[in-house]
Every structure is written in C-alpha cells, then in structure tokens.
Nanobody, 125 residues
Framework: VQLQASGGGLVQAGGSLRLSCAASGSTFSPNVMAWFRQVPGKEREFVGSIRMNSAIAYYTDSVKGRFTVSRDRVKKMVYLQMNSLKPEDTAVYYC???????????????????WGQGTLVTVPA
C-alpha cells in the first residue's frame, strides 16, 4: 500500500491550492482518508478527513470554511482544496489512510495505518 501526495507549492496569502493523494494497492480499500500537516518542531496536526463510503468530512476548527476534503472512491483518491490561505497554513501536508476508524479518534495520527511522503505548502507572510 502506498499513498502519493502531490500539489504543494508556494502560494500568496489569500490564494488557493489543491492537494491530491492517491492510494495504490489492488486490495486496499481505505475506510477513511485524511490530511495532516506538520511544521518543524511541532507535532503533526489534523487538518481534515473523509469517510470514503459516506463522504462525511471532518475538519479542525482553524480550517473550517476555508478547506474542503473530497474523495473519489473508485480511484481511491482524496483531495484537499485550500482557499483563503494564510501564512500559518505553511507546513508539510501528509495524507493518511485507515482501514477502520471510529469517529472519536479520527483526528488522531496514531489511528491511521498508512502515510504518504508529504508535500510542502508555503504561504509567505
């Protein structure tokens, strides 16, 4: 099983960026896919996630109304549309996937079974 994230880059404050994550593995069918982010010296932070069957999405408060997580269940892909970007959104963004997860742990990094390599998003001040 591999997760491949892409789409990061440099964007001015107020701009938009769309991240993509593809899950590979013929027998792999994730129940939940998620985005986390991390800056040097800090713990990995939950950004948002989506249940692949129902498309129910969850977000951390700091991105609600600005970021949208979506998925293509057939292609096993998850997307993170980021609008109104702020300098504090600067981080390495990781996608993650879980075989099964309960809602109370959906924002917990340890609940996820697989991780991508990360893609850097930079929003200059």
């Amino acid at each position: 099983v591999q997760l491949q994230a892409s789409g990061g880059g440099l964007v001015q404050a107020g701009g938009s960026l769309r991240l993509s994550c593809a899950a590979s593995g013929s027998t792999f069918s994730p129940n939940v896919m998620a985005w986390f982010r991390q800056v040097p010296g800090k713990e990995r932070e939950f950004v948002g996630s989506i249940r692949m069957n129902s498309a129910i999405a969850y977000y951390t408060d700091s991105v609600k109304g600005r970021f949208t997580v979506s998925r293509d269940r057939v292609k096993k892909m998850v997307y993170l549309q980021m609008n109104s970007l702020k300098p504090e959104d600067t981080a390495v963004y990781y996608c993650a996937a879980a075989n099964g997860i309960i809602t109370s742990t959906i924002a917990t990094a340890r609940a996820y079974d697989y991780w991508g390599q990360g893609t850097l998003v930079t929003v200059p001040a």
